[in-house]
């Protein structure tokens, strides 16, 4: 599977929050950890799999 297959998007995700902490803005609650850049890249790169808690945000207002 090639890089631009293995990409999640974070922002799309359910998961993914933004800190308050300027060294970490951005985090993965499903993970539990904070990250400098998208967890999605943190996962890919340590493990050399992509993201396999990524859930689709829901609709604003909906369920």
């Known amino acids: 599977m090639s890089e631009l297959q293995q990409r999640v998007d974070c922002m ?3 998961h993914y929050y933004i800190t308050w902490d300027p060294k970490f803005p951005k985090g993965c609650k499903a993970f539990g950890f904070k990250t400098h850049g998208l967890p999605s890249h943190t ?4 493990s050399g799999q992509p993201c396999m808690n990524f859930e689709p945000k829901g609709k604003p207002g909906g369920k």
């Not at 996962?43 to 340590?46: D, F, I, K, Q």
């Open 12 to 14: 799309k995700c359910r």
């Open 43 to 46: 996962v890919l790169s340590s």
